[in-house]
């Protein structure tokens, strides 16, 4: 049986905050960082406004290359450098950048995917028109890719959810913490249990407001 006694719902209230909050600034620079290097991904592959090989397959080598190497190992490898940006590597503050790293290149695939779903027929009108290449991504491009901008932010903040928790490991903060700390080293049960609970409300609201938000763009 449970004691629900040993949880100390404060923690849990504090644990939550900071959860949200490395959510909201993390996705916030992922998006900043994210959606101009999707676009330009877009506009350097092959046959697209800018189409250069060399460039592309540069870039894609590197997003590849970040995307493939797993959170846990990245969150210790960039101590260093998050270090010297923040002056910390623990804490809220000391899992921003790790996160930011870890998901804006997920996130710019996400971006260069929804983008290849537009109709070339729109961009080769817009052209055609005399739109400069920045009028064709900000008029043309963007609004039509709309609803996929939307979801593919949808998908990319569930992942960064599952990166907070994991951010517990070095000290992060947040409901990952809080498991490792009480629900797994001290092995209150009980304290698992709520962070699970918490992790999949979540989740679930994330999920519920991002589909909303997609139906509320299909239908423009």
Known sequence: MFDWSLIDWADIGTATL???????ASLTFTVLLGLPLGVLLYLLGPRRLLANQPAYATLSFVINALRSMPFVILLIVLIPVTVKLVGT????????????????PFFARLVESALREVDLGIVEATQAMGATTWQIVSRALLPEALPGLLAATTVTAVTLVSYTAMSG???GGGLGDLAIR??????????MVITVLALLAVVQILQMAGDWLVRRATRK
């Open 18 to 24: 900071d959860t949200l909050t490395m959510l909201g």
């Open 89 to 104: 590597s623990i804490g809220v503050a000391g899992a921003i950048p790790p996160l930011v790293v870890g998901a804006a």
């Open 182 to 191: 009480y629900g797994y080293q001290r092995f209150q049960t009980e304290v």
């Open 169 to 171: 490991v070095i000290g």
